[in-house]
């Protein structure tokens, strides 16, 4: 059984800094991609970065310049190093492993099936 879990979000103030973790279990990142995706109230889920397996990121236009996506095979864990934070960038944050290929992430440029999901950190830039 794949089992994510998600670390490292909390409450900042705007153009502050958080880096979020999730620990993968049950499935090594070989042939997988993970990604990060959030969800704000009253939105749907939208996808913030990815990574596949040979290290090409990828990243949704809002985003890039502040994010960076990184991963350490070693320890089957993801990390999403957040800069310059907004409070646009408020929601919970989810972790997603899944294959290259598949369903269109447009914002991404990727293709991707992300079967796997962790339970979520929330992530809140307020003054």
């Known amino acids: 059984e794949v089992k994510l879990v998600e670390s490292g979000g909390g409450t900042v103030q705007p153009g502050g800094s958080l880096r979020l973790s999730c620990a993968s279990s049950?499935?090594?990142?070989?042939?997988?991609?993970m990604g990060w995706f959030r969800q704000a109230p009253g939105k749907g889920r939208e996808p913030v970065a990815a990574?596949?397996?040979?290290?090409?990121?990828y990243y949704t236009d809002s985003v890039k310049g502040r994010f960076t996506i990184s991963q350490d095979n070693a320890k089957n864990t993801v990390y999403l190093e957040m800069k310059s934070l907004k409070p646009e960038d408020t929601a919970m944050y989810y972790c997603?492993?899944?294959?290259?290929?598949?369903?269109?992430?447009?914002?991404?440029?990727?293709?991707?099936?992300?079967?796997?999901w962790g339970q979520g950190t929330q992530v809140t830039v307020a003054s």
């Open positions: 997603a492993t899944g294959t290259v290929g598949g369903r269109h992430y447009r914002e991404l440029g990727l293709f991707a099936d992300f079967g796997y």
């Open positions: 049950g499935r090594s990142f070989s042939g997988q991609c």
């Open positions: 990574i596949s397996n040979d290290g090409t990121t």
